[in-house]
């Protein structure tokens, strides 16, 4: 899910989001504006612990893909 996505849906702040994140508010703003694309890794680890992995990596490294990831399981 992306991160304004999660936003709207969770009725969350980002002031809220940034406290939980440890994130600050200016750069998160930047990310759920589009203003800025790239992340640091460490950044969007603490944004994807914090949104229980709602939001996950591969949103916050790779804003302009949809990205699904399908888990298959072998069966026995």
Do not use: H
């Not at 002031?15 to 939980?20: D, I, M, T, Y």
């Not at 750069?27 to 790239?38: D, I, M, P």
């Amino acid at each position: 899910m992306k991160l304004n996505k999660y936003i709207e849906k969770e009725s969350i702040t980002v002031s809220e989001l940034s406290r939980r994140s440890g994130v600050p508010v200016v750069t998160l703003w930047r990310y759920v504006k589009g203003l800025q694309k790239t992340i640091k890794p460490e950044t969007a680890l603490a944004i994807c612990e914090a949104t229980d992995g709602k939001v996950s990596l591969l949103d916050l490294l790779f804003p302009d893909y949809d990205l699904t990831v399908e888990v298959r399981r072998k069966k026995p």
